[in-house]
């Protein structure tokens, strides 16, 4: 079946770094482009990272533009979100998406603190 799972959360102290990974199954992963997502506690889902299929191009979010890199790999399948000088108000569950339609992840809780 279609799935996507995301590991590589954690807790963080600030001014660290992850990598987070997202292991697509069940579809031919190269034909789509790929989004990560983040929801902080008590707050509404917001969009951070775009990535198209070929991994060519790829889009952020203001909120985090510099400090987070999305990239691919179609031969693993695989669709990963470094994350640089970490901060309290990053902390949320990242998801990652199959482009804008209707396939999620369960989400990789990142946590902030010292």
């Known amino acids: 079946q279609v799935q996507l799972v995301e590991s590589g959360g954690g807790l963080v102290q600030p001014g660290g770094s992850l990598r987070l990974s997202c292991a697509a199954s069940g579809f031919t992963f190269s034909n789509y482009a790929m989004t990560w997502y983040r929801q902080a506690p008590g707050k509404e889902r917001e969009w951070v990272a775009f990535?198209?299929?070929?991994?060519?191009?790829?889009n952020y979010a203001d909120s985090v533009k510099g400090r987070f890199t999305i990239s691919r790999d179609n031969a693993k399948a695989t669709v990963y979100l470094q994350i640089h000088s970490l901060n309290p108000e990053d902390t949320a569950v990242y998801s990652c998406r199959r482009g804008w339609g209707n396939v999620w992840g369960q989400g990789t809780q990142v946590t902030v603190s010292s």
């Open positions: 990535i198209t299929s070929n991994g060519a191009n790829t």
